[in-house]
C-alpha cells in the first residue's frame, strides 16, 4: 500500500491525531485516489491539502518518492503499493 | 468601560485584561505563529471566533466555548465548483481570507456572517456549522466590475446589520461598493450613490458598483447613520447608506482605512488619517485620531498621549475599535503598538507590549 507522510508543520494543525506521525497506509493507484483514502480516514485533512475546488493549495508540496508532482490540478500521477507520498509545506508563502 | 479587548495578529490572537487601574497586560494567547484575520465574540451564545488565513494551508475557523482556553475547527465558507459565471473565469474560486465575522440580531440565535475574500458574502444560522453563500449578491452582474482593493480579489470587509431589523444587513466591499439586503441576506440592491473614486477614470468615479469604501460603520443609536472611510475620503450617510455626502475636511488627511461610530450618537465618529494612498504612514510621522462630534462639520485632532514624530503606524480597517459606553477606544497598528484612548480618544496611552502586525481588536466583556 502507498504510505503517505505529513511534515510536521502539517501535522501541528492536526494533534488531536498523533498517530499521523507515523504516517498514513493508504489504498489507490493514483496521488488523487491515494490522497482520497486518506481523507476518507482523516476527513479534517482535505481542508489543509486541497482547496474546495479539488486542487492542491497553492503552498502545498506533493512529493512522490522524492519528485514533487507536476500535475497539481488533477493530482493523476500513478503511484504503486511501495510508493511514498510526502505532503509538505512549500517553502514560498506562508 | 470593557475590560478586555481581543486583538488579532499576524501571528496570533492576543487578549488583553484590566491590570490595575489604568495598564492593560496579555491575559491569553491562542494560534501563536498563525495568521488571525477576524475575530468575534458572540454575546448570544458565549462563544469566540478565530479566524485563520493559514499561509500553506488555507483558511480555517475556530469556536471556543470556554474564551479561548480550547478550540474547535468548525466549517469554513467554500464557493461553489463551477467555474466564475460572472467573472468568466475557468478557475472557480476559493475561499482566500475571512475578513470579517459578525453576529446576526439578538433575535437571530446562531446566525453569523463572513466576509471573505475574493468577494463572497456567506451566512451561517447553526453557530458556524454551516454556511450558505448569498448567491443574489454572488451572482450580480456588476460584479464582473469589481477589483481588489489591498489583496488581489476584492473582498467583503464591512457587515452592518441594522438593529432595529436584522433582516437588514448593509455590506461594504474593497472594491464593490456598500449594498442592502432587506431580506436576511437574500436579495441585495446596490446602494453608496455619493461615494466617489477618485482613482477611477472620470466617466466612472460616480459608479457605486467599483467604490472602495474601506470600511464603513453604523451608530447603533441612530441606525440610518452610517459612516464610511473611503480610499478617496471620508462620507457620511443619514439614510442608511443608500446615499453618502463627502466630508472634505477632517485634520491633516481624510485618507485612511479605519472608522468608528459612538454607539448611541449619530453625530460623532472617528478615524484614523494616514498621509495619501502612495504612502500609508501618517502625515509627518505623527500619529493621531480625529474626531468628529458635529456630524463632520468640524473634527478635533486627538493627539493627546500619542507620538509626536517619527511614529509610521498604519491601523488597518478593522484594528480601531470603541466599547459600549462610547468613551474608550482601542486602536492597534500594522507595527504592532496597541493603543487605548480614554475620555473620547483625548488621551492615549500605549499598552506596554510589542505585538505582531494587528489586524483587527474588538472590546469584550470579561468572562
Redesign the interface.
Known sequence: MPHISLAPHLLRHLSDRPELKQGLSVQGDSVRSALEDAFRQVPRLRGYVLDEQGQARRHVAIFVNGAQVADRKELGDKVGDADRIHLLQALTGG | MAERIRVATRKGLFTLEHHGPIAWRVAGKSFLGEPVTAVLDDPRSGALYAALR?????C?LHRSVDDGKNWR?IA?P??P?APDPIKESD??P??DQIWTLETGGADQPGRLWAGTIPGGLFRSDDDGQSWSLCKHLWLQPGRKEWFGGGYDSPGVHSVLVDPRNSRHVAVGISCGGVWQSRDDGNSWSLAGKGLRAGYMPPERMDDPNIQDPHRIARCAGAPDVIWCQHHSGIFRSTDGGATFVEIKQAGPSTFGFAVVAHPGDGKTAWFVPAFKDECRVPVDGKLVVTGTRDGGASFAVLDGGLPHGDSYDLVYRHALAIDDTGETLAMGSTTGNLRIGEQGGTRWSRVNVTLPPIAQVAFAQSA
Open positions: 493559514l499561509g500553506h494551508f488555507g480555517k475547527e469554513v467554500t464557493y465548483t478557475k472557480p476559493s475561499l
